[in-house]
Every structure is written in structure tokens, then in C-alpha cells.
């Protein structure tokens, strides 16, 4: 999945350390990505994996509707992969420590769509600044505990 297309990368800077900051990104990227909304849309797209499963606490093979744990570095760096009937996709959150004690919290996501439904859900998605808006709102709520 790293060889995917760059789509995109959202940065916040967050006022706590990086073990805070693991510590929230886990619990939030589990509660976030297992909403009904999102276990709907996940049936909608054809999105796999399509439910809540895989190791606890969350780990490499952790799954969530559209969403799986490929690669999780402890206190660095949690990459999440998926596909649908429009999109293979990933998106990697990195922690860095900032040099007065804060973090960085770096969001990227990659994607390819292939074909004419490809480039009509790209530009619904992505061209429509949706995805982008998500993002940004996503990782403002990692500002607080």
C-alpha cells in the first residue's frame, strides 16, 4: 500500500507527549472507525474488511468497516489499509516529538481509483474537499484528551 498515489497529508501539533499521544491515537482511531454510520457507508461501497474484528487491543490485523491495521510501530507510527468497489487506500498516522516536548501528528493518505466509478467517487470525495474537511476535523480532536 506504500506504493499507492500521494492523495494527501494533515498535520496537527498537539500539547502532550508522544506516550499521551499514542495513548489517544489508539483509543480515537478505534472509537472513530467503528461507528454504525461507518459500518453502513463500509456496506454501501462494498468496503472489506466490512466489520469490527481481528486482535484486541488494537494491533496488526485489527479490522474495522473499511479499515485494517497493517503496520503498528509503538509510539511512532499506525498505518491503516482498505479497499472498495471504487478505492485501494491507506492511511498512515506518524507521532514526532517536536523539540519543546510537544508531538506532531501527521495523517497521509494514499489511494488509487481505478476506472470512470474510480475517478466520479475521487472527484465526489476528494475534488469536493470532503475528505479533506474529515481530516482536519479528525485530527483536531486529538488537541484534547
Sequence with gaps: MSLLP???EHVVVV?????EVWSRLLVK?????ST???ARYARVVGAVPRETGGVRPL????EFPGFRVARLVPG?????EGRHRFSSYSLVFRVEETADG????RAETRAVFPGAAGRVYRALVIGSGGHAFAMRRLLAGYRQP
Excluded: H, I, P, Q
Design 15 to 19: 500539547d502532550a507527549g508522544v506516550d
Design 59 to 62: 494491533g496488526v490485523g485489527s
Design 6 to 8: 500521494w492523495v494527501d
Design 76 to 80: 511512532r507510527e499506525l498505518a491503516l
Design 102 to 105: 510537544r508531538c506532531r501528528l
Design 29 to 33: 482511531v478505534g472509537r472513530s472507525l
Design 36 to 38: 454504525a454510520g461507518g
